[in-house]
């Protein structure tokens, strides 16, 4: 699987970015999909993984009521919708992909990554 993530840009708190996950491949349907990112001088994070059928979802409880993660299988294309931003959401997102079927925020088990796409949130 082959991914591309944009989307990004500079928004003030409380505003709202979609992102989204451009994949090409024949497994992409089948694969557990996730949002993680690192924000500037810490360790890349997970902040949301959605199941290959789009039914099951897991959230970082940082982002948990704010962040929708979801997928459009006819489009190849999985979303992270981020409403009510903060500063501290300020970070590159990047989005990959995981053979494991199950919902995992464990980042070894990805094994394909898109670029990052750079999310600033002003105050």
């Known amino acids: 699987v082959q991914l591309q993530a944009s989307g990004g840009g500079l928004v003030q708190a409380g505003g709202s970015l979609r992102l989204s996950c451009a994949a090409s491949?024949?497994?992409?349907?089948?694969?557990?999909v996730g949002w993680f990112r690192r924000a500037p001088g810490k360790e890349r994070e997970f902040v949301a993984a959605v199941t290959g059928a789009g039914i099951n979802t897991l959230y970082a409880d940082s982002v948990k009521g704010r962040f929708t993660i979801s997928r459009d299988n006819a489009k190849n294309t999985v979303y992270l919708q981020m409403n009510n931003l903060k500063p501290e959401d300020t970070a590159v997102y990047y989005c990959?992909?995981?053979?494991?079927?199950?919902?995992?925020?464990?980042?070894?088990?990805?094994?394909?990554w898109g670029q990052g796409t750079l999310v600033t949130v002003s105050s």
């Open positions: 491949g024949r497994t992409f349907t089948s694969s557990v």
């Open positions: 990959a992909a995981t053979p494991v079927p199950v919902l995992t925020t464990t980042m070894s088990l990805y094994n394909s």
